[in-house]
């Protein structure tokens, strides 16, 4: 079969062979990967994506959407899967740009400041491994943070690990919907700020934006971060009222 010829030869001159990069099947959810190389006629070549160390299958044919992280936010071109490539022990996958990178505009997002136990650790999200390969606790452990504050888009904490800029999350935090009533939700991210501290024995502080994620978990989220703002109102004005 021929290969069709990209329309857009300079979307190289975006990316950067080696990064860390995200597929998403449907525009919501992300699966981590790495671009593994930039061919002459400008295929993308990218390994498996994984799901918990579980190959998520692409046909050939197949449009998905490629998406990368800069300073200063998120990109995405729309591909289409050419080929499926076995390279010794891995398999990587071709992909035809059929669009320019776009910025994708976050959305504003209220930020409530409370201070939440959350767990995180690393997702490398990389198929430089096997590719049955499950995440081990002892391989990668969590490290127990509490947030700063927290949006639909994203969260802030406090943490001991230095991290980059652009490495990949796999959190759970802990919604307080009442005293008696823990929820424990589980997101990726991506670190888009990180600055050393000196606070409550943290030495960094991260600004994670939030992987795309479902819409039942997001209601969820919404819901609560609504309610929190409410009692807070709700707090403001009796204290107001004893005055």
Same mark, same amino acid.
């Given at each position: 079969?021929?290969?069709?010829?990209?329309?857009?030869?300079?979307?190289?001159?975006?990316?950067?062979?080696?990064?860390?990069? =995200?597929?998403?099947?449907?525009?919501?959810?992300?699966?981590?990967?790495?671009?593994?190389?930039?061919?002459?006629?400008?295929? #993308?070549?990218?390994?498996?994506? #994984?799901?918990? =160390?579980?190959?998520?299958?692409?046909?050939?044919?197949?449009?998905?959407?490629?998406?990368?992280?800069?300073?200063? @936010?998120?990109?995405?071109?729309?591909?289409?899967?050419?080929?499926?490539?076995?390279?010794?022990?891995?398999?990587?996958?071709?992909?035809?740009?059929?669009?320019?990178?776009?910025?994708?505009?976050?959305?504003?997002?209220?930020?409530?400041?409370?201070?939440?136990?959350?767990?995180?650790?690393?997702?490398? @999200?990389?198929?430089?491994?096997?590719?049955?390969?499950?995440?081990?606790?002892?391989?990668?452990?969590?490290?127990?943070?509490?947030?700063?504050?927290?949006?639909?888009?994203?969260?802030?904490?406090?943490?001991?690990?230095?991290?980059?800029?652009?490495?990949?999350?796999?959190?759970?935090?802990?919604?307080?919907?009442?005293?008696?009533?823990?929820?424990?939700?589980?997101?990726?991210?991506?670190?888009?700020?990180?600055?050393?501290?000196?606070?409550?024995?943290?030495?960094?502080?991260? @600004?994670?934006?939030?992987?795309?994620?479902?819409?039942?978990?997001?209601?969820?989220?919404?819901?609560?971060?609504?309610?929190?703002? $409410? $009692?807070?109102?709700?707090?403001?004005?009796?204290?107001?009222?004893? $005055?």
């Amino acid at each position: 079969m021929k290969k069709k010829e990209t329309s857009y030869p300079e979307i190289s001159m975006s990316l950067k062979i080696g990064e860390k990069i =995200g597929i998403s099947l449907d525009g919501d959810t992300l699966y981590p990967t790495l671009l593994e190389d930039i061919t002459e006629d400008k295929r #993308l070549i990218v390994s498996v994506p #994984l799901y918990r =160390g579980i190959p998520i299958i692409l046909k050939l044919e197949q449009h998905v959407k490629f998406f990368f992280f800069r300073d200063n @936010g998120r990109f995405c071109l729309d591909v289409q899967v050419e080929e499926i490539i076995l390279h010794g022990p891995l398999r990587l996958i071709s992909l035809l740009p059929l669009s320019e990178p776009h910025k994708q505009q976050r959305r504003n997002a209220f930020r409530l400041s409370i201070g939440l136990s959350a767990l995180i650790r690393p997702y490398s @999200g990389n198929t430089l491994i096997p590719d049955f390969y499950f995440e081990d606790e002892d391989i990668t452990p969590w490290e127990e943070v509490l947030t700063n504050n927290l949006s639909e888009t994203g969260v802030s904490l406090n943490s001991i690990v230095p991290h980059n800029i652009g490495d990949f999350l796999h959190l759970k935090i802990t919604l307080d919907h009442a005293r008696d009533h823990l929820e424990q939700i589980e997101l990726f991210g991506i670190i888009r700020q990180f600055q050393s501290i000196e606070y409550l024995g943290a030495l960094y502080r991260l @600004g994670v934006e939030f992987l795309p994620y479902s819409e039942k978990l997001r209601s969820i989220v919404a819901k609560y971060l609504l309610k929190k703002q $409410q $009692q807070i109102i709700r707090t403001e004005l009796d204290f107001d009222s004893l $005055q």
